[in-house]
């Protein structure tokens, strides 16, 4: 019996990479949600549904027949939290009311302990609702993303740098964004419900890098020395209070980094391999990621 499934962010820069693996899954019917339907020029063969993450009415609609939602949306890289925290909710209420047999949802690593970083809380606000909702679900919580839509590092690397925050000593866990894809893709449509309910970390199978690792393995691999440019903490600290006058976005980014610091933002990968398969090494990683942005000589 295929399972359908509807994503939710499936207009955002991950959701895209989503809808494509689940795509390809034979065992998948796909429904992608958007405000404005189908985006122009569209390829990924898939239904699109009309929904609005703060329009409950519009949910239910979305969610009629679903067995399974993906939810990788987030609002905060727009400068607003609105779906991070209400639209969650109206989402989360909406997928009880369907009876969803699965909510798989985009988390983040250790948010339980960044209650100063607000994109991170929220993520940790919702998880608690999933959890008082009753609906059966499955948290894949994922660290730092190794590239973005718009790629600073990549940027950077092609200029023979290598540009980071705070120190080279503090570690932290990495994820390719292709690989998250991959996790959420496989935690839909996992048989049977062994995996129901369960949080799960994902990133390296060698654990987290510091700068100085993360800047020496891009080195080898693209066969080019980079020169390290580090932004210090004490800049990011005197900088948070000023721009949260005037950036809601610049000061969660700013909490972002600064939390980053503790040393608590590390995946522990052993769930990782029991559901998804064997996680990736730094390297392997990074090879991928520097080939995909034409790094390589």
């Not at 703060?54 to 949306?73: E, F, H, I, W, Y």
């Not at 049977?192 to 990133?203: A, F, L, P, R, S």
Request: charged residues 25%; aromatic residues 10%; hydrophobic residues 40%.
């Amino acid at each position: 019996m295929r399972l359908k499934v509807l994503v939710v962010g499936a207009t955002g820069f991950l959701g895209a990479k989503i809808l494509r693996k689940l795509a390809g899954d034979e065992n998948a019917t796909v429904l992608a949600m958007s405000r404005k339907g189908a985006p122009s020029g569209d390829e990924t063969g898939v239904e699109w549904v009309r929904g609005d993450m703060m329009d409950p009415t519009s949910l239910d609609r979305a969610m009629q027949g679903v067995d399974v939602v993906v939810s990788s949306a987030n609002s905060y890289m727009k400068g607003s939290l609105d779906t991070d925290f209400e639209g969650n909710e109206n989402l989360i209420e909406a997928a009880a009311r369907a009876k969803v047999s699965r909510f798989v949802f985009l988390s983040i690593v250790s948010c339980e302990a960044a209650s100063r970083v607000p994109h991170f809380h929220a993520k940790k606000v919702a998880e608690d609702l999933i959890k008082k909702s009753g609906v059966p679900y499955v948290f894949v919580r994922a660290p730092s993303f190794l590239d973005q839509s718009t790629d600073y590092i990549a940027k950077a690397v092609k200029g023979g740098k290598f540009r980071g925050i705070g120190d080279k000593t503090t570690r932290c866990s990495y994820v390719l964004t292709n690989d998250l894809a991959s996790y959420l893709a496989k935690a839909a449509t996992y048989p049977g419900n062994e995996i129901v309910n369960q949080t799960i970390d994902v990133g390296w199978s060698d654990g987290p890098k510091n700068q100085q690792e993360l800047a020496d393995i891009i080195s080898d691999v693209i066969d080019k020395r980079l020169k390290i440019q580090i932004i210090p903490w004490w800049i990011l600290r005197v900088a948070a209070r000023p721009v949260k006058l005037f950036s809601e976005l610049g000061y969660d980014l700013i909490q972002m980094f600064l939390f980053f610091r503790t040393g608590l933002y590390v995946s522990n990968t052993a769930k990782h391999e029991r559901f998804f398969g064997p996680a990736p090494t730094a390297r392997d990683a990074i090879t991928r990621w520097a080939r995909s942005q034409q790094l390589m000589s």
